[in-house]
């Protein structure tokens, strides 16, 4: 449960010490860059004469070819010779058999662009989606692939294994030849894996399972079948670092869209397949299926009136249908062929083997730069053969400058960073995430997000200066692998001439507050400047101990650190209304007498200011003894200061009472330098003691 946001001005360090943080000014007579950007449109050409023979020997000035009816200029011209003969597998002895031991990856390897790797060969990528498959799919599908690279694999086929669970698109097996290590990777792949996503039916056909009504699961089903496409979509993304054609197989169990819910996610799957030159080969594993008309054994009967009147045995067949259109689309629209209703799913591989023939790749930079996500329409002719059949892309869509985006566009684009396992580090951003007890279960977790201030563009609107900020992050249970709770904000900061100026060479806060339960957590929070597109990622793992069982030490909170109070109201941004926040404020116990401590992400601290310490002890039991806490610092092994040692009694009461410990510390007696932070907790009673440290920096 999210309960406080705000961004604040941070006070920091002066305008000179944060410049060496981040990187120094241009100066005056400094050398003058000049950045010139081009896009590299890489086009793939059969050429057949009449008799459906390919045509050998062509160059670039054989070809003509036009983008929105302006003339190009192809800077380089490659043929591609693909023999289309089967070479068996050849047989090796028990001996020869490797353990082919790899990491999973996430990415292909890519190719420089004017360049082709894969000359003269046959890219061919096997994707399985092994969370809506059924076992028995599974071992149909992974049995044709088997066969597939045995007995009908080519000299020029390359094959590439891919995997999609629900979480993520692994690359189990990059481009190879070597038929020994594809086989030993598809015999690693568990039929049954990945189950658990499968798409549930809510309509006539549905199984009646004797349970109290609930949400209806359409909206399971619209996320899932999202994730499914989203998933293709980054498969054709990562096949589109390659210049020549890719043909990717797509093993599934059919794909059914929820209305037009899916649609936009559909066509951005749709759109990156053409743009990067990838065709869709969909292979339906349920094969020919001679359904029963209210469904097989797999599920329930329906057990309402539609079993009587028809409606049920419609709605399978209807479902059915439907699921077999979303991947007939998806080959229609990308150049490839859907097989539908054959139990030889070999066949289909071998479809998508035998339409890749000899070609031409062709590469020009394109004239038009702007960057505006329209479509862009190709054409290619043979200057001195009219009679020639020329098969190509037919246009692609250009790539959109963030100042063009819509609102679907840029909430895309966040969605995409957030699931990317490579962050985006295009902004600087730092965290801090503490924890305090609330209750015998529950414990109040603020996080902190600095982002200096100098990295985000500032606008002029409506006469006055702000600056966009997007925010989102998840934060997920490391072991079941669950989102337990997430954060969204766009916050519109409005800026003063003064603030606006402070801002450049100052960092702003943000933070926000969750109720979680004792475990191990993994967040990961991104930020956008809304002017500019850029991101930053901030991903770390953490844990909320279980103080409950603590019986050796002190129970005691994480330990905050900070140079500053702020006035609440001080806020440039406060989500919620006013009752909100001062709810929000009252569970927050880095918030007392409406000033609020903001802790020190980085800590460094400045020489001549306060340094504050904060933390809560907590009594397992109804008890008024005290607790003792004092903070040392040390230089190089050796104590410097100590602060005077402080005894805190809590109130009297049944339930788990924290007590705060607070220190202030003067920063004017010490030197500048690295130190130690030392903060003692004991517990005369008990004869227990806590210990925590951390280092810190004072800077002049």
């Not at 960073?417 to 503490?434: W, Y």
């Not at 920063?667 to 004869?687: K, S």
Request: proline content about 5%; some cysteine; overall charge negative.
């Amino acid at each position: 449960m999210r309960l406080i946001l705000s961004i604040i001005l941070i006070a920091g360090l002066g305008p000179q010490t944060y410049a060496q943080t981040i990187g120094q000014n241009k100066q005056p007579g400094a050398p003058f860059t000049l950045a010139v950007k081009s896009q590299l449109v890489v086009e793939t050409v059969v050429v057949k004469d009449k008799q459906g023979k390919p045509i050998t020997g062509l160059t670039a000035k054989d070809f003509t070819l036009t983008e929105d009816g302006a003339p190009q200029t192809i800077k380089f011209c490659e043929y591609q010779s693909l023999p289309s003969t089967p070479v068996p597998v050849a047989p090796t002895s028990q001996e020869d058999i490797k353990l082919y031991k790899r990491l999973t990856r996430t990415q292909l390897a890519p190719e420089d662009p004017e360049s082709l790797r894969y000359k003269d060969r046959r890219l061919l990528a096997l994707y399985f989606d092994m969370t809506a498959m059924r076992p028995g799919e599974q071992l149909r599908a992974l049995a044709a692939a088997e066969k597939f690279i045995r007995t009908q694999i080519t000299e020029a086929d390359l094959v590439s294994i891919l995997r999609y669970q629900g979480g993520s698109v692994d690359v189990l097996q990059d481009f190879t030849a070597d038929r020994n290590k594809l086989l030993s990777i598809l015999q690693t792949l568990v039929v049954g894996e990945g189950q658990g996503s499968d798409e549930t039916i809510d309509d006539a056909s549905s199984a009646d399972i004797g349970a109290a009504f609930g949400q209806d699961d359409s909206e399971f089903n619209v996320f899932n079948t999202d994730r499914q496409l989203s998933a293709l979509e980054t498969a054709a993304k990562m096949l589109g670092q390659l210049n020549e054609k890719k043909s990717l197989v797509y093993f599934a169990s059919g794909l059914r869209l929820n209305g037009i819910d899916n649609q936009a996610q559909l066509h951005a799957t749709i759109d990156s397949a053409i743009r990067a030159g990838v065709s869709f080969w969909p292979i339906d594993a349920r094969g020919l299926v001679a359904g029963a008309p209210l469904g097989d054994a797999t599920q329930g009967s329906p057990g309402n009136a539609g079993m009587y009147t028809g409606a049920a045995a419609q709605a399978v067949q209807t479902n059915f249908q439907q699921s077999q259109d979303t991947l007939y689309a998806l080959a229609a629209d990308t150049g490839g062929k859907a097989l539908f209703d054959n139990n030889d799913l070999t066949r289909g591989i071998v479809q998508a083997q035998q339409a890749i023939s000899d070609y031409y790749v062709l590469g020009y930079y394109t004239t038009n730069t702007e960057l505006n996500g329209r479509f862009r329409r190709i054409k290619v002719t043979l200057n001195n053969d009219a009679t020639a059949k020329l098969e190509f892309r037919q246009g692609y869509f250009a790539g959109k400058q963030f100042n063009k985006f819509t609102a679907v566009d840029k909430e895309r684009q966040l969605e995409d960073a957030l699931m990317l396992e490579d962050p985006v580090t295009e902004l600087t951003i730092a965290m801090e995430i503490n924890y305090f007890q609330l209750n015998r279960a529950e414990y109040f977790v603020p996080i902190v997000v600095k982002i200096p201030g100098r990295e985000l563009a500032l606008a002029k609107r409506g006469g006055a200066d702000h600056t966009l900020i997007d925010f989102v992050g998840e934060i997920k249970d490391v072991y079941g692998g669950t989102t337990v709770t997430n954060v969204r904000d766009n916050v519109n900061v409005k800026l003063s001439d003064a603030t606006a100026a402070e801002l450049a060479h100052r960092p702003i806060e943000y933070d926000a507050g969750f109720t979680l339960l004792p475990g191990k957590y993994l967040i990961k929070f991104l930020a956008r400047d809304d002017e500019t597109g850029r991101i930053g990622t901030y991903e770390t793992s953490f844990v909320i101990p279980n103080l409950n069982k603590e019986d050796k030490h002190v129970p005691i909170s994480s330990v905050v650190l900070s140079s500053q109070r702020v006035d609440s109201k001080d806020a440039l941004y406060n989500s919620g209304s006013a009752k909100d926040q001062a709810k929000a404020a009252a569970a927050n116990p880095l918030v007392q007498d409406g000033k609020k401590l903001i802790p020190s992400v980085t800590r460094v601290f400045a020489q001549g200011r306060e340094l504050y310490v904060y933390l809560q002890g907590y009594e397992q039991a109804a008890a008024t003894r005290p607790l003792v806490a004092y903070v040392s610092l040390y230089k190089e092994q050796t104590q410097v200061f100590e602060t005077p040692p402080i005894a805190v009694t809590p109130a009297t009461s049944t339930r788990l009472e924290p007590v705060p410990l607070s220190f202030s510390i003067g920063l004017g007696q010490l030197a500048a330098g690295q130190y130690d932070c030392q903060v003692t907790i004991l517990d005369p009673t008990d004869q227990k003691s806590s210990f925590w440290r951390s280092q810190l920096l004072i800077q002049p």
